[in-house]
């Protein structure tokens, strides 16, 4: 899982807003250079879209773009955003992914355990 961090600029913050918004984005990788390309690629579609989606609730796991719900959503141009930095956390195991319901399933459809 990388959490791509975009700081926004102090000056064209509006009241309210945070400074800092996220971008939650599971990859499967093999190895560290299928990692850093995965990065690398998310990048270049902040890069050329000129902006960053991320959720109003900074705690929400994000579906993949497929299935986006555009409502939950903000869009925050990349004028706004001074720099994008990243976290990279291994996870073991399967990832689930985000059904119709917005609940996490694995690929067999069986639910995932939650708090």
Known sequence: M???????????RPAGFPSMVFSDIFFEAGNL???KDSIKAMYKIFASQQCMLVPKNPDTIQNDETRFDYDSLIYVPMHMITYIGTTTKM??????????????????????WKN
């Open 91 to 112: 996870l073991a195991g399967e990832v689930p992914t985000i059904d119709e319901d917005g609940q996490p399933r694995y690929a067999d459809g069986s639910k995932t």
């Open 33 to 35: 250079t299928e990692l």
């Open 2 to 12: 990388v959490r791509f961090t975009g700081y926004i600029d102090s000056e064209k």
